[in-house]
């Protein structure tokens, strides 16, 4: 390793990174096979992957970038309110990368303002990132992959990714300590609610319960998934739950900023009742896989549970939906009372 590879990798220890890595960005090169093999297995995935094929032309789209610096952050020490666990995923309620108010955030700007003064060209994005983040950190040798696809360490899958291209050739490499799956194990795969991961490391995104519940799904009521949605609003835990290496890995040692606060305005009564001003202006920030255009979805997700999970408590609500501002949440109100009979 180089001086300027051990200064960059002592910095990002320093500010609370779990690892830091350096790999070459032509290291990045052998992505395109995964992803056309993803494509292979899962053919009506071709749509959702199309834009991941943006980090096979790094060299083309960069022409300044020479290496990747990638590093790991351990979010699962973060307390979670009870009453929002198994409703919202537990990755989207502490998400720092874009939340200005988190120490996590702070210290990545921190961490890019020590690299630029270094004399570095260093960019990012801190929302999908600029490389393939999993496939970049397990070259760098941080961690593995495991059966349900999630990146892990030794503290299991609950980390944050981030990573910045630079314009010097370094590379600092480790080996990973970390025990692979067992050949036996396939608890992820029973624990998925609608089969996505019907394979280990191969997963159909259009039947994943986080992707319709998120950046997809818009159309509720013919959702082919939908009751195999359960009780998700937003996001899913299924998977990383029911991993045996994620197993008491997760501490509720922190709180994390404003969640607490936050966590007092969501219940799937309350959302059926928020005026869309504060979605736009507080959960969109917060939620930011739902545009703005569509924060509609928050309501009809959460009548889409309602029904999953009939109460009877639910009736006055759903009823008040069908006099909803947008149409799709009285559509999809409309479509709980003949599907409940509440009429």
């Known amino acids: 390793m180089t001086l300027l590879a051990d200064k960059i990798k002592s910095a990002a220890l320093n500010l609370g990174y779990e690892k830091c890595g350096i790999i070459k960005i032509s290291d990045i090169d052998g992505y395109k096979e995964r992803l056309d093999e993803r494509v292979e297995r899962v053919p009506e995935s071709k749509g959702f992957y199309q834009g991941q094929y943006r980090f096979t032309q790094l060299q083309e789209t960069y022409p300044w970038a020479k290496s990747i610096v990638i590093c790991v952050r351990r979010y699962g020490k973060y307390h979670i309110p009870e ?37 570095l060209r260093a960019e990012t994005e801190r929302g999908f990132g600029l490389v393939p983040l999993r496939f970049a950190a397990m070259k760098a040798g941080l961690g593995i ?9 030794e503290n299991g899958s609950s980390v944050y990714l981030d990573a910045w291209l630079i314009d010097k050739e370094l590379e600092a490499v480790e080996i990973p300590n970390v025990r692979p799956c067992s050949d036996k194990c396939n608890l992820c795969m029973k624990a998925c609610p609608s089969a996505s991961l019907s394979k280990p490391y191969t997963m159909n995104p259009i039947a994943c319960v986080s992707c319709i519940t998120t950046f997809m799904g818009r159309d509720m009521i013919n959702e082919k998934y939908r009751e195999e949605i359960g009780n998700w609003v937003y996001g899913c835990d299924a998977c990383q739950d029911a ?59 959460a009548i889409n549970v309602m029904v999953n999970d009939y109460k009877e408590q639910y009736k006055e609500h759903i009823l008040y939906a069908c006099n909803d501002s947008n149409p799709k949440v009285r559509e999809m109100a409309e479509w709980a009372i003949e599907k409940l009979n509440l009429k």
């Open 145 to 153: 992959v495991r059966k349900n696809n999630f990146f892990y360490t």
């Open 83 to 119: 009453h929002l666990k198994g409703m919202i995923a537990k990755y989207y309620l502490v998400d720092a990368r874009k939340d200005k108010n988190s120490k996590d955030f702070q210290d990545s700007v921190k961490f890019e303002e020590y690299m630029q003064e270094l004399g």
């Open 243 to 301: 991993c045996p290496m994620n197993k008491n890995r997760w501490q509720e040692t922190e709180e994390f900023p404003n969640l607490q606060e936050l966590s007092e305005h969501i219940s799937l009564e309350k959302i059926i009742k928020m005026d869309y001003k504060f979605l736009e202006e507080v959960m969109q920030p917060k939620f930011w896989y739902i545009d703005k255009s569509s924060v509609w979805k928050w309501k009809v997700n």
